[in-house]
């Protein structure tokens, strides 16, 4: 529904982090791509956060709709490079993870 091009790529909202008193909600976003695509990408998340505020006043029952603050979070990236070296070493003749 947002309609801007920094926002083409597939983002994955990966946490969400509030506040004790709600006013304040960090929330956690993965995407595959180059580093320019991912600053891209946190730029136009930040550019709708006031659209995705309003979205969520429509949606939740509080009397103070939390500010919301981007985060990249490279845990996905992490957990693909540890799969890629796992299987550079399985590589040696070793049983593949993915054999059965």
Sequence with gaps: QVKDPRLDSFVAVTEVSTSPDLRYAKVFVSCMGSEEERRKTLSGLVAASGFFRNKLARRLRLRRIPELSFQWDDSIERGT????????????????????
Excluded: W
Aim: aromatic residues 0%; charged residues 30%.
């Design 81 to 100: 490079h540890l799969l890629q070296l796992i299987d550079e070493v399985s590589a040696d003749g070793t049983p593949d993870r993915h054999s059965d």
